[in-house]
Antibody, heavy 119, light 111 residues
């Protein structure tokens, strides 16, 4: 079975960069699908952040476009989220999720990791 | 961005009865004969779980008590009959246009 697991710092200072890793097991990230980052704010609002596809192409939410980067390490079967210039508004639980590229729903999710932005 | 409005925000249903959750999109989410509207269930401390994809297709392993319907801008998730394990928050999500967006959620409780 495919599994996704997020990891990274739980606390980030304002104006710094947030960096998270999603480790995928049971499926190669180069074999179809898009690999997404989604976050859930306190109060439970969900926001799609962006994805990197099996081919390495990326798509980002325009609301984040100037601050976000999603990359990957195919040798480790991992993909990464970098979000620059964070503020307290970026405090959220961050999920990675798999998406059938053309069908565009999220069929497998990681457990999530909570990131707090605070000085 | 396409705005998804769910109603009600919360509902309480007796065990064995029907629960109906609505999701209205600010513009059509249909393309190429498909409705790119999906439904998720989220329990506390867990990630969302896919229930229904493309409006009416039941995800593998999901009980047939869950069903979805609708097209263009109006969609419905139905749970019938409701069981105790269905206590959760339910979200709709559209993927017809970037950026993908989610509804605000509907919290289901047992009466």
């Amino acid at each position: 079975d495919v599994q996704l697991q997020e990891s990274g710092p739980g606390l980030v200072k304002p104006s710094q960069s947030l960096s998270l890793t999603c480790t995928v097991t049971g499926y190669s990230i180069t074999s179809d699908y898009a690999w997404n980052w989604i976050r859930q704010f306190p109060g439970n609002k969900l926001e799609w952040m962006g994805y990197i596809s099996y081919s390495g192409s990326t798509s980002y939410n325009p609301s984040l476009k100037s601050r976000i980067s999603i990359t990957r390490d195919t040798s480790k079967n991992q993909f990464f989220l970098q979000l620059n210039s964070v503020t307290t508004e970026d405090t959220a639980t961050y999920y990675c999720a798999r998406q059938p590229l053309r069908l565009r729903y999220f069929d497998v999710w990681g457990a999530g990791t909570t990131v707090t932005v605070s000085s | 961005d396409i705005v998804l409005t769910q109603s009600p925000a919360s509902l309480a249903v007796s065990l064995g009865q029907r629960a109906t959750i609505s999701c209205r999109a600010s513009e059509s989410v249909d393309s190429y004969g498909n409705s790119f509207m999906h439904w998720y269930q989220q329990k506390p401390g867990q990630p969302p779980k896919l229930l229904i994809y493309r409006a009416s297709n039941l995800e593998s392993g999901i009980p047939a008590r869950f069903s979805g319907s609708g097209s263009r801008t109006d969609f419905t998730l139905t749970i019938n009959p409701v069981e105790a394990d269905d206590v959760a928050t339910y979200y709709c999500q559209q993927s017809n246009e970037d950026p993908y967006t989610f509804g605000g959620g509907t919290k289901l409780e047992i009466k």
